[in-house]
């Protein structure tokens, strides 16, 4: 969900891209983080703890807490609450720790 | 390798003061900061400040971070600034690692100022992994600084400064508040806070906390329950609340990682958040030329981190050689702006912390 109208604040944006989660085509805007992009998009879980599949979102938002940790064009443990979103990212939610391809 | 003379940590309103007063005495200063943007958590707090004139009081959060790194512009000269860059290591023989952009690059500089922040405390409750359960400082990026809404309604927990004031934020984004709850039995923030909120209609629950968080994919509903006078909880005083988003606003740890690793002397104090750096008047702490300012110093607020910044720098450029015939005065002036923040009955428990640290 997007914040349309605000008291106080105008938020600069970035033009619209598009990218795809899990295969999916999703709409955000250019340099936001993954996971603000997602969010607005209704995504929540990001991904899965390794050792008993719980869900899990984002905790910290700036990087610290490692509970945000997605596959991005390829790369693992991405942290989404910092990476920028870039037009034609292809974004996936990883499957336990992570392989270099 | 690269060289420079003074490297600042962290581009938050400690740092940024810290390279403006190194770089006007003429250092020449490198910042690194992990955000693509300066300001540390100042970007994100649209409310206006409280405080005094000294501090920036009643400008908003954001415009003293322009208002500082307009400031830091004019020594340009002097300053290298590289944002997106993470300091991932300190080294006893004085060499930073830094990881810019996927590559890694190495640099020695002949002091060091670590103004790194804090990071949020966290909760033990059942559930407390469920996404929705954010913290505070989060919340806020997400709403002030992309636009995006955290959820439909929020359960947030703890009613200090930053609990109140997120809240308030929250509801001006248009987003519902259900009430603001904490296990400590007085509202920890200014009251001028809490009665604006409780005028909106939202109520601030003293000696609750959370018992178990309800959902499967994310968070739907919270258990709480009431605490007593030894801040144990009372089975039978349980009440639900519907939400979606919980906003955990319980404190912050300073965020010293960089302190451990080269080796500074370290010392648990609880009143300023946890581990902090043992460090002299000038900031300076056991390692020569590794100085300290702002929350990894100790959690306080922006005010005192940019006092603190404004001393770091000012000492750190003396010992190169850097120094003005107003060094005498200015380091006083930095120190009673510091013991008057740090006054009355609010200031209380830092000067308990500092006191058990400050050699
Ligand atoms: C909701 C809220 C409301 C607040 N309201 C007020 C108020 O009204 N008045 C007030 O005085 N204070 C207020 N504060 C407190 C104030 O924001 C902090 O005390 C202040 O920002 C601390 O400044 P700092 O420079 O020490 O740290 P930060 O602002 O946290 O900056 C640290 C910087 O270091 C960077 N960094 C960290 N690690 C690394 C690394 N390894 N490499 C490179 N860069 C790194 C970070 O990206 C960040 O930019 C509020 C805080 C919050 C959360």
């Not at chain 2, 003074?6 to 810290?18: C, D, F, K, Q, Y």
């Not at chain 2, 340009?76 to 023989?93: A, L, P, Q, W």
Request: with cysteine; net charge neutral; charged share 20%.
């Amino acid at each position: 969900m997007r914040i349309e109208e605000h008291p106080i604040l105008s938020f600069k944006k970035g033009p619209k891209v598009r990218f795809t989660f899990d295969g999916k085509t999703y709409e955000g805007y250019e340099d936001e983080p993954i996971a603000a992009a997602l969010h607005a998009a209704g995504v929540r879980t990001l991904g899965h703890s390794h050792k008993l599949g719980r869900p899990r979102g984002f905790y910290c938002a700036i990087g610290n807490c490692s509970s945000c940790l997605m596959v991005v064009n390829g790369e693992p443990n991405v942290r989404v609450c910092v990476e920028k979103l870039k037009d034609g990212m292809v974004v996936e939610t990883q499957k336990g720790k992570g392989d270099l391809r | 390798m690269k060289k420079t003379e003074i490297v600042v940590v962290g581009g938050g309103p400690a740092g940024l003061s810290a390279a403006i007063n190194a770089a006007s005495l003429g250092a020449k200063v490198t910042v690194f900061d992990r955000n693509s943007q300066l300001g540390g958590q100042l970007v994100k707090q649209t409310h206006m400040f409280f405080g005094s004139q000294k501090q920036y009081a009643s400008i908003r959060g954001v415009d003293i971070a322009d208002i500082l790194t307009n400031e830091l512009m004019k020594y340009k000269d002097n300053i290298e600034i590289h944002t997106d860059s993470t300091v991932i290591g300190m080294y006893e023989d004085g060499m930073l690692t830094v990881e810019q952009d996927g590559k890694y690059m190495k640099i020695k500089p002949q002091s060091v100022i670590v103004t790194t922040g804090a990071s949020e405390k966290f909760l033990t409750f059942p559930n407390n992994d469920l996404p929705g359960i954010y913290g505070a400082g989060a919340v806020q990026t997400l709403m002030n600084v992309y636009g995006v809404a955290p959820g439909d309604s929020v359960l947030m927990i703890g009613a200090g400064n930053i609990g109140l004031i997120v809240s308030y934020q929250l509801m001006q984004a248009g987003i519902k508040v259900k009430a603001i709850i904490d296990a400590a039995p007085k509202i920890g923030g200014y009251l001028v806070h809490a009665s604006k909120i409780r005028r909106m209609g939202v109520p601030i629950m003293t000696s609750y906390t959370v018992k178990y968080a309800h959902g499967t994919e994310k968070l739907e509903k919270v258990t709480i329950w009431r605490l007593d006078e030894k801040w144990q909880p009372m089975p039978g005083t349980e009440l639900d609340i519907e939400a979606d988003v919980m906003c955990i606003s319980v404190g912050l740890s300073p965020l010293a990682e960089l302190l451990w690793q080269i080796g500074c002397d370290m010392k648990f104090v609880p009143e300023l958040g946890g581990h902090v750096p043992v460090r002299n008047e000038e900031l300076e702490t056991s390692m020569k030329g590794i100085y300290v300012a702002g929350d990894v110093a100790g959690v306080e607020e922006a005010s005192a981190a940019m006092v603190e910044g404004r001393l770091a720098g000012l000492c750190a450029a003396k010992n190169l050689g850097y120094t003005s015939d107003q060094f005498d005065a200015l380091k006083a002036d930095y120190l009673d702006q510091l013991n008057a923040l740090r006054s009355g009955p609010v200031g209380e428990k830092i000067r308990k912390g500092l006191d058990q640290l400050v050699g």
